[in-house]
């Protein structure tokens, strides 16, 4: 069964950093396209990032040049690395699998980050 | 960039009816692929309808999605109890992969 577990979210400062990870079980994170999506406070959801198998990535023009996304294979493991950290960033954020061509067939349950001084 | 319009915003319906959601798209989806998702509240989507009309794993036949090119359809024949939830449709043909701002359905 695949399940994925966010855990990283916090309360932080504008302008901090923060690490997401997404621990996965039941298949290899190498052989996916994983992805984070993030959704305010009462609203709707918006595409953060995706990377490929062969480790290409690429992000959302609100997230790009601050956010990277990268995976430790031996650890089964997708991250988040979030620099720079917006008022606007306050999400949760989820990680999913798919991507691409691929629909989100798996979420995790999220994990909550709330930028504010 | 694809801007996905819902229609209605909020529906309100008994159990028992029919629901029928639509999804514009701003530009043709890309080999129709458009997926529909169902969220409740406190938890996190769920994949029911990809390839705009092909049902994910375990979803009943209760739905059923349609379409192709610029204008999508999620229909619900029956609510059930647990059907009354926020549905969000999604192209992920062409980056940046874009959401709908969602239709709730709310039980009248």
């Known amino acids: 069964e695949v399940q994925l577990v966010e855990s990283g979210g916090a309360l932080i400062q504008p302008g901090g950093s923060l690490r997401l990870s997404c621990a996965a079980s039941g298949f290899s994170v190498s052989s996916k396209y994983m992805s984070w999506v993030r959704q305010a406070p009462g609203k709707g959801l918006a595409w953060v990032s995706v990377?490929?198998?062969?480790?290409?990535?690429f992000y959302s023009d609100s997230v790009k040049g601050r956010f990277s996304i990268s995976r430790d294979n031996s650890k089964n493991t997708l991250y988040l690395q979030m620099n720079s950290l917006r008022a606007e960033d306050t999400a949760m954020y989820y990680c999913v699998t798919g991507g691409v061509i691929l629909p989100y067939d798996s979420w995790g349950q999220g994990t909550l980050v709330t930028v504010s001084a | 960039e694809i801007v996905l319009t819902q229609s209605p915003d909020t529906v309100s319906l008994s159990p028992g009816e029919r629901a029928t959601l639509s999804c514009r798209a701003s530009q043709s989806v890309t080999a129709n692929y458009l997926a529909w998702y169902q969220q409740k509240p406190g938890q996190a989507p769920r994949l029911l309808i990809h390839?705009?009309?092909s049902r994910a794993t375990g979803i009943p036949d209760s739905f059923s999605g349609s379409g192709s090119g610029t204008d999508f359809t999620l229909t619900i024949s029956r609510l059930e109890p647990e059907d009354f939830a926020v549905y969000y449709c999604q192209q992920y043909g062409s980056s940046p992969y874009t959401f709908g701002q969602g239709t709730k359905v709310e039980i009248k």
């Open positions: 990377t490929y198998r062969d480790g290409m990535s």
């Open positions: 390839g705009a009309s």
